[in-house]
């Protein structure tokens, strides 16, 4: 069992920055790929971005491609989404989750089946 709770939402201005963190307890993330994702209000839940265990690939939605950044610290046990030049659409709650299996394609990452266990979520409001 992973339990997972994330931190570090809050209000921020249109173009400023955010941190996100995703703490890890109950195993270590070190094979496990994590996911971001995010829930807008009266909009399905979409995906962020991700990190694979084997190599920390990476993977973004191009929607926050070239602004979000994920990263991961298996000493700490912990995952992390920088994120900066936030937009009014970026208004949402994000969720961390954390997943064993393994793939090389691309789309496996980006599915909410591909993660087993999820975080309660972080509010995160991009003011205009």
């Known amino acids: 069992q992973v339990h997972l709770v994330e931190s570090g939402g809050g209000l921020v201005q249109a173009g400023g920055s955010l941190r996100l963190s995703c703490a890890a307890s109950?195993?270590?993330?070190?094979?496990?790929?994590m996911g971001w994702f995010r829930q807008a209000p009266g909009k399905e839940r979409e995906f962020v971005a991700a990190?694979?265990?084997?190599?920390?690939?990476?993977y973004y939605a191009d929607s926050v491609k070239g602004r979000f950044t994920i990263s991961r610290d298996n000493a700490k046990n912990t995952v992390s989404l920088q994120m900066n030049s936030l937009k009014p659409e970026d208004t949402a709650v994000y969720y961390c989750?954390?997943?064993?299996?393994?793939?090389?394609?691309?789309?496996?990452?980006?599915?909410?089946?591909?993660?087993?266990?999820w975080g309660q979520g972080t509010q995160v409001t991009v003011s205009s």
């Open positions: 109950g195993r270590t993330l070190s094979t496990y790929h």
């Open positions: 990190i694979r265990w084997s190599d920390d690939k990476t």
């Open positions: 989750a954390a997943g064993s299996g393994y793939s090389i394609g691309t789309y496996y990452y980006t599915a909410e089946g591909s993660y087993r266990y």
